[in-house]
């Protein structure tokens, strides 16, 4: 064999074995703070659970709020709106009160006899009042 051949395989196989000593040295080193990474990552991912867990509360709680919220307003614009019709309804009870007034008011100025009964009960009215006060 050629001895330039042989060196240059030497060398080869030197180089091969460097390469991987080389490489287990960078390795080892590389492994440790893989490792020490991998820990801190875990680590941390038991310190967000709770933060977590807490956001899930805080979102449901605000969620019952909306809700709750809402309801409240709907109610409220219920009473409103009945507020808002019960000028309508009184004008109409007014209005009712006063032709059913105006017709007994009628009849009793063209009957006498109820002209009397009227006189009768205003007084009784007006004694009761003036003995209270």
Known sequence: MNPWFLAALVILGIAVVLLIVCIVAVIGPIKKVVTLLLAHAEGMKNQLNPIQTETTKLTTTVDRMKADIEFKKESVQSVIQSIKHTGDVLNQ?????????????????????????????????????????
């Not at 032709?99 to 004694?127: F, H, I, L, S, Y």
């Open 93 to 133: 009870v007014s209005d009712v009160s006063h032709d059913a007034t105006a017709k007994v008011m009628k009849k009793a100025n063209n009957d006498p006899n109820r002209q009397a009964e009227v006189e009768r009960w205003t007084n009784t009215a007006m004694g009761i009042i003036q003995r209270k006060a």
